[in-house]
C-alpha cells in the first residue's frame, strides 16, 4: 500500500483522504501545514497531496519549504485553480492538477506517480 501525505484542511483534506484510501493509498493527514515536514520526515511518503486552499499557511511558501528540505525528493502534486498554476509550479510542485478537480484525473496523475 503506497503511502501518501496530505496537506489539506477541513472537508477538503478528510475528502481527499478518504478517496485516496478507497484508491488503495495509506494516507497521512498533518494536523497544520506547520507539521507537514515533521509528518513527511517520520512517514517518508511516496506522494506529497498539496492543497492551494490551505487555511493556516502560504501553500507556495510550504511547497518551496518542503522541496528544499523534507520532501527534496518526494513528488508534490499541487490542487490549484488556473491562475496559480505557475506558481505551483515555480514553488516546486511536480504537477498540476486545477480546480475544480477532476476526481478521475487526479487519480490518474497519482497513479502516475505512484508506479515510479
Known amino acids: 500500500m503506497a503511502r501518501v501525505v496530505v496537506v489539506s484542511t477541513g472537508e477538503r483534506a478528510q475528502h481527499l483522504a478518504a478517496r485516496l484510501q478507497t484508491h488503495g493509498c495509506s494516507v497521512d493527514e498533518p494536523a497544520s501545514a506547520a507539521q507537514s515536514a515533521e509528518?513527511?520526515?517520520?512517514?517518508?511518503?511516496?506522494?506529497?497531496?498539496?492543497?492551494?486552499?490551505?487555511?493556516?499557511?502560504?501553500?507556495?511558501?510550504?511547497c518551496a519549504d518542503l522541496k528544499a528540505g523534507a520532501a527534496s525528493a518526494i513528488p508534490i502534486l499541487m490542487l490549484?485553480?488556473?491562475?496559480?498554476v505557475d506558481r505551483a509550479f515555480t514553488a516546486g510542485a511536480d504537477d498540476v492538477v486545477t480546480e475544480p478537480v477532476n476526481e478521475a484525473i487526479f487519480l490518474r496523475r497519482v497513479d502516475c506517480f505512484l508506479s515510479r
Open 80 to 84: 490549484a485553480h488556473d491562475d496559480a
Open 39 to 62: 509528518t513527511i520526515r517520520a512517514r517518508q511518503p511516496r506522494l506529497v497531496i498539496l492543497d492551494t486552499a490551505l487555511s493556516d499557511a502560504d501553500p507556495f511558501a510550504v
